[in-house]
């Protein structure tokens, strides 16, 4: 079992940057994979990155690359999104999400932070 607590999200013009955090507790959070969704309206819940247990080899949603960062500190149970270079497609809610293996599927993900708007501007 983990609970997932996401900060604030935020508005922010095309070209800026945010940082989303996702803090995890529990009994066993040191041995779920964290990944981040995003859902904008009319649209499913897709995929953008994950991270392994170790944080070495992070994995993107291919129009997110060389753009978002995800990274982790375990010693604070905490994973980031480092969001650089935004783009207006880029608005949605953003969500992290546990599970036990690797996957970015968002139908493998159990257990789900509470959601957070990212808005961005023209």
């Known amino acids: 079992q983990v609970q997932l607590v996401e900060s604030e999200g935020g508005l922010v013009q095309a070209g800026g940057s945010l940082r989303l955090s996702c803090a995890a507790s529990?009994?066993?959070?040191?041995?779920?994979?964290i990944g981040w969704f995003r859902q904008a309206p009319g649209k499913g819940r897709e995929f953008v990155a994950v991270?392994?247990?170790?944080?070495?080899?992070?994995y993107y949603l291919d129009s997110v690359k060389g753009r978002f960062t995800i990274s982790r500190n375990n010693a604070k149970n905490t994973v980031y999104l480092q969001m650089n270079s935004l783009k207006p497609e880029d608005t949605a809610v953003y969500y992290c999400?546990?599970?036990?293996?690797?996957?970015?599927?968002?139908?493998?993900?159990?257990?789900w932070g509470q959601g957070t708007q990212v808005t961005v501007s023209s």
């Open positions: 999400a546990a599970r036990r293996n690797w996957s970015t599927n968002p139908a493998d993900f159990g257990s």
């Open positions: 991270i392994s247990l170790s944080g070495i080899n992070p």
């Open positions: 529990g009994p066993t959070v040191g041995s779920y994979v």
